[in-house]
Each structure stands twice: as structure tokens, then as C-alpha cells.
């Protein structure tokens, strides 16, 4: 199976203290599964036979025996787990990359912290983080429980409506990886996915200087037409394009949508003909998403594209 | 001494019955017989009879939620399917969850104490006869009203632990959650009716001799359950309400906006959720030890542990559900806690299965029955479901693999390895007892195997369906997860499991027209529900026994003598003290009544009705109110008080 989304296939810090307390854990619940299948298998042929001669005090003693291994593995476990937690806290750090993640029914809309608000990174579905530096992640949900859960780097956390909650992590590989909503937050649970690309500081830094930048003007007249629909027809009203007049707040921001690799929250990837697809008719691919049909013609929809294509 | 040659308890002494046994038959039957045409049974108070239909209805609701699975592998068989739209698997999901959960395994495994526990604590019927009645008309009619409104594309599509916000006023739409939180009020009504009248038949209607320590271990099992169901119900009954007030009334008891807190609901659900897979899983505790006890032809082995055993899972079992809620945020002093809680509920079950590998050890020549593949089979199959469960009390190990296929890889384990395996082994060994008819030996043993065979094949690779990652109760995934052949083998083995359970019906339907006529007792076992005929005369036990130890029936050397003095043209049952049994005084039991029905019908309306106008609980309230009046209107004459006048009975009394 692809490592896409393994727990076991740790690219960061706290995912493999986890992978690693996995596999502990693991092997002392296959030794102790042995041990009673094989105890009862024997105990069985016995049984069948009849001829065990052991007493009842010699049975008690040995399922004192018994019981007081099955303690001693549990504390095992504990200490084990314990451990691996305490471990996970030492991640914390003043100087950590702080991202904001809201959830939507059903996408996620990602912000980059910045003291100065205008310094502020808008994009949604794809996080970029520096590869080797903590990333405290604060979570936030706008309607229904989600939960934030990208396996190759650390567990998950939920965003409930009305609560702060922190997930703290580090990617120490470059590359990319897939996380997912792990609450069930309704129809489209399924297709609420996010892209996670960790790259080396200096590429995180050029991505984070490119994206907070406005969007460049359209070039060609068929994308300053593309610009004009989407401002004035229906696209608006929901989405942001920075440095024009589109500013809606309940969609994704699409000031950069060029460079992400997915669109529809994971669902496909970011090409112009899926893009074409989506914007003619976003119910077909992910049913009861909130974008309504756009009722744009070929020709409107061949400029959007065109306009779309340039926002890098 | 063998138990197969045990005697019987029954006595010939002249003085059990003046008339003769035959006359002491006849009037018995007389006055316990139910009466005939549909009016008969639908008035029916029966113990037997109602827990023949709680367990015939329960396991309907078992199909059902079977094939609902079968629909979800079939969509999750490969990669981006389209055989069930998002909706409709939504749907489907939360039906299968609350199916199984609530009209299902809690269900039928309190229908298996009504059957049995009157029987196994020798009295002539159960407490309460009339209200085990409704409850089962209130089981039957929230099940039909949740399939209905499944019909009618309203069913409940938030899960079968509907959360809020998102089946809250403002996300959930239509009434799909309030048929969801309606259907809870009608099974926790039902439970809690059968809780108490297990309660009171096993704290006050023990058969003189069996004081609690000679209690047979299932009767314990039943004990500690219903007293489970006593504290953990409410709290469900309290959080779905206040979800359709939240609904209905505008209340904010799950609005974070208005003060409320969407975590409030799953702290209330999972008090009440937790325990629940206990209250599942202990009755199964109860019906190993009789399955092993009877095959190995001894004793359980550390009596006193077992009920111990169980005792201590069902307080612990209180102890450990924010477990289920180790990725909301909270506090981690307070996590830690119920790391320590859910990792130490492992030591008493530990023991448990300890002491039944010991027993099974030191057995006399073991027999290898079906029954005994069914309760074998847990050592194997639970014993992974209770290990991945210690994975999962560990809070950096949850939050990775919480919510994804290793949970219900885990749970289905636990509950089906736990759970299921032995109550089918149950019904298997009860089977005689119920019907008078053996269950085939060959197709038993064949269903046994692919049962065992299918579920690993569906349940195993769900294992590393979480570990690579894959959430729970998506309707679909992307081809490049990788995740297709996994799930086409999980796919194949729910076909096996199909199989598997299509034989175990063939085998009942064919064993209940020409099965072995099944004697009194037909597998040796010690306990008194095998000390009268198979199946059991209406009235139970012609003479009452006594018991004079905790096998009665392999102990002939102890035998006491039967009660006498209980009249036989009434219903009458002896009561008895809790902790010893001794004898009290004589209670007449209530008779058939159409007041159970009208009543539970009345319920139902009143329930319904609420959910699509508030005004309904008060229009509803009348006609309840209306059968709860006829049903307890006085009689008249000399059964005015239902109670006889106490008359301190004792043993030695009534036989002189």
C-alpha cells in the first residue's frame, strides 16, 4: 500500500514517537495473544483427554501466575504510553510557525500568523510548513466537528465550534503528504482532505513571500472578461481573490489557487480540465458542497478559467 | 458421579401435592396457560413467551443491520464507487450502528436473562410480567418507527452517537435526529423496564436455598447488567432529550454560542455509551461460564472471582469513557486518568478468561459441542479486540488510530468476538430448552466455522486499513490511497459471514421441524432451568425445587425438598429474602392483560407525535395517562390485594 497516510510511515518527530510506541505495543500484545492461544489449545487437548491431575490450588496458583503477568505487561503499557506522551510535549516552543486552521463543511480554510494583519497568508486545502522547525497549529470550526489528521505527522485533534485546541508538530522529511477530517462532520466527510507539502526553510520562505502577495492582474482580454465575471457574477459572493474586489468569506480564498495541487478540499487535482468540470458543475463530483451551480456559458467559463489559471 | 445421572429434583413425596401430581398438572396449567387467538397473544405476560419474541424480534433487527453492513462493503469494495450515493450511506451507517446497538445486542441479550433467569432460579414466572410485556411492545414499536422512517428517507444519518452541532438545530435538517433521538427514549424505556424486572425476580424470587453465593453465574452476569442499565440508561435518556429540546424548543443545552457546549452531549452519550458495550458484553461473561462449566463437567473454576470479575468491570466500565474523547482537547491530568481506568477494566476479564482456560484444563472429558466451538472461539478472537483496546487506552497511540478502520476492527472484535460468538453458542446450547428440539450437529458445526473463518477475513485487514490510514465512515476513497484490495478481501469475508449465518437459520428452521427430541437435560448441565422439561411447562417447574448447593443438579446426594404450600388456582410465586432466600411470603402474580399494549401503543403515539409538534407530549400524555388508569384500576373481590397476607413460610413448615 502507498505511504500517503500510514501511521507506521512516520515523516516527522511526534508521528514516529508514535509509530514507535505502535510497535511496542504491538509486539507485547502478540506475545500475550500467543500465550493464551496457546494455553488454550492446550488446555483444550487436555480437557479432552481428561487427564489432568492439577488441583484446584495448583490451578490457583497459576492463575495468580497468570494474572499477575497480564498486570505487570499492563503497566508495561502504560509506563510505555506515559513516556511517549511527556515526549510529545517537549515539542512545545515559543518560537514555533503558527497556523491557523478553520474548518468547513468541507474544506479547510488555512491562515499564516503574522503580527502585522495585512502580513497575514490566506489559502485553504494545502498547508505549506518548513521542514525541522515546530509548527503549532491552532484549530478553530465555523460549524460542525472536525478533526485535523495528517498520519505521517502527528495524530489528530478535533476543531469544535467554540474551542482553541493545539496540535503541535514537525515534518522532518521534505515531501508531500495527505491528511484528512477524522470526525464524521456530514455528507462530505469523505472528501474533506488536505495537502501537506514540507520543504526546506528557504522554498517555505520563497512560497510564504509569493503568497502574500495580491493576485497579478489579468494580462490577455480574456482574462481581464474572466476577472470581471468572477467579480461581478456569482463567484464573489463566496470567494476572496486579494487585490481585486472579490472578497466573500465562506469559501475557499482562491488569491493563489494556481499554485495548489488539489481542488475541492483532496477531491482532484488541480488541472484545467477538472477545474472546468468543477465550475460548470460543482454538485456532480461532491454532492451538497455549498458552491450552487454557476450557470455560466462555455464562453464565460473558458474566461474564468483563463483568469483562474493565472492566479500563481 | 456423572451428571448425566443426576437425578432429578422432582420429588414424589404425597404431600408436594394432595390431588396427586397429575391433578397439581392439570390445575397449573389451568391457571398459567395463556390464553388462546390472537386476543391471547397479544395479551401474553409469559416470561418465556416474551423472551422467545424479545430474542425472534431482536435478531430480525440482526438481519437487518447485516445486510445494511453488506450494502457499505459492497460500496467500500473498491475505489471510488458509486453503488450508494453519500446520503444513503450516511444513512446506512447510522442505521447499521443503531440497529446493532440498541435493537439488537442490548436487546437480545436482556431477552436471553428473561428467559432464562426465572428458569435458572427456580420460580414459576417473572416479576413484573405485565410491564415486561410493554416493554417489549415499546422495543418492537421504536424498531418498526426507526425502519419506517428509514423507508421513508428520514432515517438517522449523523452516526449512531449524534454528535452535535451537526445533528443539532442548525445542521441537521429535516428529522432525521429526532427519529434518531426518539428511537434512544423508546429502547432505553424498554431496557429499563427489563432491568427492573430482572432485578426484582433475581433479588426477591430465588428458589429457598439459593442464597446469592449458589447463584449460577449467568444469573449473576444478569444481575450486574441490569444494575448497569439502571445508571448508565438515564444519562442517555437525559442527552437525547435535551437534543430534541435543543431541536424542538430552541433550548441551548449543545450551542456554544448561547452558553451551551457541544462537548457537554459527549461526555452524557459516552457515560451512558461505555458502559453500554458492558452491558453487551457481561451477560456474554455469564453464558461462557454455563457453556464451559457444562462441556468441561465441573464447576466453573474461582466462583467467587467471576462474579467478583464482574462486578469490577461494571463499576470500572464507569470509569473509562473519555477514552472515546481523547482527540477533543481536553485536559491531559484528566486523560491520564482514563488511561489508567480503561487499561486496569483489562485485569478482572483477564481472570476471568484465566479461570475458564483453567477450567477448561482440569475438565472430565471436555465435550467438543457446538456450543463449546462458539465459547472457545473467544479465547482466540476476543482476546485481539481486548488487546487493541489496551492500544487505545493509550492517548498518543488514540489520536492516530482514533476514528479510522483500526477502531472498527477493534470494536467489531470485541463486540462480535465478545459478544456475538457467545450468544450464538447460547442460543445453540439453549436451543433445546427453548424449542424441545436438539440443533443439528453437522450444519451447527459448519456455520460455527465459517462464521469464524468470514469474520477474521472481514474484521483483520481493517487493522491495517487504520494503521495506512484510511477514517471511519467515509462512503469512498481515492484509488491512490491503495486501500482497494484491502477492503475487497474485508468485502469477500462479510460474503462468508452471510453464508455463515444463512446456515445457522437453516439449521434452526430444520431442527425445529425434525430435530433430536431434546430429554430434560440434554447436555449434563447443573443448573435448574435443565431440571424441568424442554421446553418448560407455562408454569416452569412442577414441583418448585429447592437447592441445597451451587450445581444443584449434579449434587443428588444435597437434594432438598421441593416448596409446597404455593396455591395452584392462582398465579403464585414465592418470594424470598435477598440475601439468603429464604422463604417470605406468596404473591400473586399478575395475569394476561391487553393493558400492556394499549398502554405501549398510547407511548408510542405520544413519542411520535412529539417529535413533529411539542404540543404532542401534552396530547399524548392523555391517552398514556388513559391506559396507565386502566391498567392499574383495582380488582375486585378477594384478588384485591395483590399480595396474600404474608405468611412466614419456611421450608421446614410447609413440609409439615
Known amino acids: 500500500m502507498p505511504h500517503l497516510q500510514s501511521i507506521i510511515h512516520p515523516a516527522g518527530i511526534q508521528a514516529a514517537r508514535v509509530s514507535h510506541l505502535w510497535w511496542v505495543m504491538f509486539w507485547i500484545c502478540a506475545v500475550v495473544w500467543a500465550a493464551v492461544a496457546v494455553t488454550a489449545m492446550v488446555a483444550i487437548a487436555r480437557g479432552r483427554r481428561g487427564s489432568s491431575t492439577a488441583t484446584d490450588a495448583q490451578m490457583a496458583r497459576s492463575v495468580t501466575v497468570a494474572g499477575g503477568l497480564s498486570v505487570a505487561a499492563l503497566l508495561g503499557l502504560l509506563f510505555q504510553s506515559i513516556v511517549t506522551g511527556r515526549a510529545l510535549d517537549t515539542l512545545r516552543s515559543p518560537d514555533a510557525l503558527r497556523i491557523q486552521v478553520t474548518g468547513n463543511q468541507w474544506w479547510w480554510d488555512v491562515q499564516y500568523e503574522h503580527a502585522v494583519p495585512s502580513r497575514r497568508v490566506t489559502t485553504a486545502n494545502e498547508i505549506h510548513i518548513p521542514v525541522g522547525r515546530a509548527i503549532r497549529f491552532d484549530l478553530l470550526s465555523t460549524d460542525v466537528i472536525h478533526s485535523l489528521w495528517i498520519p505521517s505527522l502527528q495524530g489528530k485533534i478535533d476543531l469544535v465550534p467554540g474551542r482553541l485546541n493545539e496540535l503541535w508538530l514537525r515534518a522532518d522529511e521534505p515531501g508531500i503528504y495527505r491528511g484528512q477530517c477524522a470526525e464524521y462532520c456530514g455528507l462530505q466527510h469523505a472528501k474533506m482532505a488536505l495537502v501537506v507539502v514540507a520543504e526546506p526553510p528557504d522554498d517555505f520562505e520563497r512560497w510564504l513571500t509569493a503568497n502574500r502577495a495580491p493576485a497579478s492582474p489579468p494580462t490577455t482580454p480574456e482574462q481581464q472578461r474572466g476577472r470581471d465575471i468572477f467579480e461581478r457574477g456569482p463567484c464573489a459572493m463566496c470567494h476572496t481573490i486579494a487585490g481585486t474586489s472579490a472578497g466573500g468569506r465562506s469559501a475557499p480564498d482562491l488569491t493563489h489557487l494556481g499554485s495548489r495541487s488539489t481542488i475541492g478540499a483532496g477531491t482532484l487535482p488541480n488541472t484545467k480540465g477538472y477545474l472546468a468540470g468543477w465550475i460548470a458543475d460543482p454538485q456532480h463530483i461532491k454532492p451538497g458542497n455549498r458552491m450552487p451551480p454557476t450557470g455560466l456559458n462555455g464562453e464565460e467559463l473558458q474566461a474564468v478559467l483563463a483568469y483562474l489559471e493565472t492566479l500563481k | ?656
Not at chain 2, 291 to 318: D, E, H, K, N, Q
Request: hydrophobic content about 50%.
Open chain 2, 1 to 656: 458421579m456423572t451428571p448425566a445421572e443426576a437425578p432429578r429434583i422432582v420429588d414424589n413425596d404425597p404431600r408436594l401435592a394432595p390431588g396427586g401430581l397429575d391433578e397439581e398438572r392439570r390445575r397449573l396449567e389451568h391457571t398459567w396457560r395463556s390464553p388462546s387467538g390472537l386476543i391471547g397473544w397479544l395479551s401474553e405476560v409469559d416470561h418465556k413467551a416474551i423472551g422467545r419474541r424479545f430474542i425472534v424480534t431482536a435478531f430480525a433487527f440482526f438481519v437487518l443491520a447485516g445486510l445494511l453492513a453488506a450494502l457499505m462493503r459492497i460500496q467500500l469494495a473498491r475505489p471510488d464507487n458509486t453503488f450508494l450515493n453519500p446520503d444513503l450511506y450516511n444513512q446506512v451507517f447510522t442505521m447499521h450502528g443503531t440497529t446493532m446497538m440498541f435493537l439488537f445486542a442490548v436487546p437480545v441479550v436482556l431477552a436471553m436473562g428473561v428467559y432464562f433467569v426465572p428458569l435458572m432460579v427456580g420460580a414459576r414466572g417473572i416479576a413484573l410480567p405485565r410491564l415486561l410485556a410493554y416493554s417489549y411492545w415499546m422495543f418492537l414499536f421504536g424498531g418498526l418507527f426507526l425502519y419506517v422512517m428509514f423507508l421513508a428517507n428520514v432515517g438517522p444519518d449523523n452516526g449512531w452517537f449524534s454528535y452535535p452541532p451537526l445533528a443539532g438545530p442548525e445542521f441537521g435538517y429535516g428529522k432525521r435526529a429526532d427519529v434518531w433521538a426518539q428511537l434512544i427514549t423508546f429502547t432505553e424505556v424498554s431496557s429499563l423496564v427489563v432491568a427492573t424486572c430482572l432485578i426484582c425476580t433475581i433479588l426477591k424470587m430465588r428458589t429457598p436455598g439459593m442464597s446469592l453465593n449458589r447463584m449460577p453465574l449467568f444469573v449473576w452476569a444478569m444481575l450486574v447488567v441490569s444494575f448497569m442499565v439502571m445508571f448508565a440508561m438515564p444519562a442517555v435518556m437525559i442527552s437525547s432529550t435535551c437534543l430534541i429540546l435543543d431541536r424542538l424548543m430552541s433550548t441551548h443545552f449543545f450551542n456554544q454560542a448561547e452558553g451551551g457546549d457541544p462537548l457537554l452531549w459527549q461526555h452524557l452519550f459516552w457515560f451512558f455509551g461505555h458502559p453500554e458495550v458492558y452491558i453487551i458484553f457481561v451477560p456474554a461473561l455469564g453464558m461462557m461460564s454455563e457453556i464451559i462449566g457444562t462441556c468441561s463437567r465441573r464447576p466453573v473454576f474461582g466462583y467467587l472471582v467471576m462474579v467478583l470479575s464482574m462486578i469490577a468491570t461494571a463499576f470500572i466500565g464507569f470509569g473509562v469513557w473519555v477514552h472515546h474523547m481523547f482527540a477533543t482537547g481536553l485536559p491531559q491530568l484528566g486523560q491520564s486518568f482514563f488511561t489508567a481506568a480503561s487499561i486496569m477494566i483489562v485485569v478482572p476479564t483477564s481472570l476471568q478468561i484465566f479461570g475458564w482456560i483453567a477450567t477448561v484444563w482440569t475438565a472430565r472429558r471436555l465435550a467438543i459441542t457446538v456450543p463449546f466451538l462458539y465459547a472457545a472461539s473467544f479465547f482466540f478472537v476476543f482476546v485481539i479486540g481486548g488487546l487493541s483496546g489496551v492500544m487505545l487506552a493509550s492517548v498518543p497511540l488514540d489520536r492516530q488510530v482514533h476514528d479510522t478502520y483500526f477502531v472498527v476492527a477493534h470494536f467489531h472484535y470485541v463486540l462480535i468476538g465478545g459478544s456475538t460468538f457467545p450468544l450464538l453458542g447460547a442460543v445453540v446450547y439453549w436451543f433445546p430448552k427453548m424449542t424441545g428440539r436438539m440443533m443439528g450437529q453437522w450444519l451447527g458445526r459448519l456455520s460455527f466455522w465459517l462464521l469464524f473463518a468470514g469474520f477474521n477475513l472481514t474484521f483483520f485487514p481493517m487493522h491495517l486499513l487504520g494503521l495506512y490510514g484510511m477514517p471511519r465512515r467515509v462512503y469512498t476513497y481515492p484509488a491512490s490511497m491503495g486501500w482497494g484490495s484491502m477492503n475487497l478481501l474485508a468485502t469477500i469475508g462479510a460474503g462468508v459471514i452471510f453464508l455463515s449465518l444463512l446456515v445457522f437459520l437453516v439449521n434452526v428452521i430444520t431442527s425445529l421441524r425434525a430435530g433430536a427430541v431434546a430429554e430434560s437435560n440434554p447436555w449434563g448441565g447443573s443448573t435448574l432451568e435443565w431440571a424441568t422439561s424442554s421446553p418448560p411447562p407455562p408454569y416452569n417447574f412442577l414441583p418448585q425445587p429447592t437447592v441445597a448447593s451451587r450445581e444443584p443438579l449434579w449434587h443428588p446426594e444435597l437434594a432438598s425438598p421441593p416448596v409446597v404450600g404455593l396455591e395452584s388456582e392462582k398465579r403464585q410465586v414465592l418470594v424470598t429474602a435477598v440475601l439468603d432466600a429464604e422463604p417470605d411470603h406468596r404473591y400473586k402474580v399478575p395475569g394476561p392483560s391487553l393493558w400492556p399494549l394499549a398502554t405501549a401503543m398510547a407511548t408510542t403515539l405520544m413519542f411520535i407525535w412529539s417529535i413533529f409538534q411539542a404540543m404532542g407530549l401534552v396530547w399524548g400524555a392523555i391517552p398514556t395517562f388513559v391506559c396507565l388508569v386502566g391498567w392499574f384500576w383495582p380488582t375486585r373481590g378477594k384478588e384485591r390485594l395483590a399480595a396474600s397476607p404474608p405468611t412466614r413460610l419456611t421450608l421446614r413448615e410447609s413440609l409439615s
